[in-house]
């Protein structure tokens, strides 16, 4: 499967429950907000030496699965929505990281690396 | 490019700047927060209406296909830092979400969709 | 009850359960974003309308007021953690923004108003 | 100030610049999440020792004070919205918390604690 597949199978899905009217780009981000909160609660309180060893049992893995694919299938139905193609859109964001993050300039710094 | 190349020059960006110590599971989780945050500010007071038409101009389409781009970097990444394939859990969860929402029980209704 | 009672409270709360070793800075912002994440569940779907009707019942307002009452919890927690007075914090936010936001200037107009 | 203060002069810089129409419950939710992204970047790639130490500096806490303040101006006025007294809420569930995570059983663990 591929992106744009999964993209079509969400407008499908969407399509044979009529929900196409609930999934608005403003309910589309809530949703995956709200799926971005769960994600979280699975790294709420541990330490990243605990969360490793939780995420390394078949377990941890599945439920951090579970909470990773609810944040990408809303992340796709949402792009779709609205019309954005999110590999050329994050290429083109990487290109404007690479500029604005020269390899040699910010090594191991830990200062501002995501804006 | 498809997601795996994507992954892959994720991984190549982190390694040339020695941020593979900074790219935990919870700093990851938390960077999605913050990006889900800014893409929450492009529908923060607007009605559907309005989103949709901001949505259609050249500039409300590229400021959003921006935050959706960071949204899906950082995705990707922590996917990628814990080893999870993100098509194959959408697919598994999209299984198991016609299980429990089958198109003719749930046609229109909006009463816990999404769980 | 104050809000430097429930402050204490808290303090009380947690050192009584050797929960301060978990209440540092970063988890408590974590489990903030957690909850307001279940917060926004309540939310999601619905329009402004359906969103009020729900609220004015018994059982809507019962599990909004819970949800609104764990992310005071954790931001009061994590407030007194790093030393922070919440209301002196407010009052100087409000006097700043008043100035940003001159009412004869800005009244009824959607754009930008939060920031 | 008290919080019952402050909620009123929210309601009244509200009502000023004609804003309560967008002070709808889920357009106030959505700023909450947007304003806790904001303070989430604060931790969002350091370790506890450095955001400690940040924490610390007089720049570092009346960065963290601003977004704190962001966040507790919405939620006391989304709380305010929707006719909710957040003490007396915060109230109920630390009973409810204090019943479910009795001091002596759950002494120092990290499974669960929120929940």
Chains 1, 2, 3, 4 share one sequence.
Do not use: C
Not at 76 to 86: M, P, Q, S
């Amino acid at each position: 499967m591929t992106l744009e597949d999964l993209a079509a199978e969400l407008r499908r899905f969407a399509a044979e429950r009529d929900w196409e009217r609930f999934h608005t780009p403003k309910n589309l981000a809530v949703s995956l907000a709200v799926e971005v909160g769960e994600l979280l609660e699975h790294v709420q309180w541990g330490s990243d030496e605990e969360i490793a060893a939780a995420v390394g049992t078949p377990e941890g893995r599945a439920a951090l699965s579970e909470e990773l694919a609810d944040v990408f299938i809303y992340l796709v139905r949402l792009a779709d929505v609205v019309g954005v193609d999110l590999l050329d859109a994050a290429s083109a964001k990487i290109a404007a990281n690479a500029d604005r993050y020269p390899a040699d300039e910010v090594r191991g710094s830990a200062v501002k690396r995501s804006h």
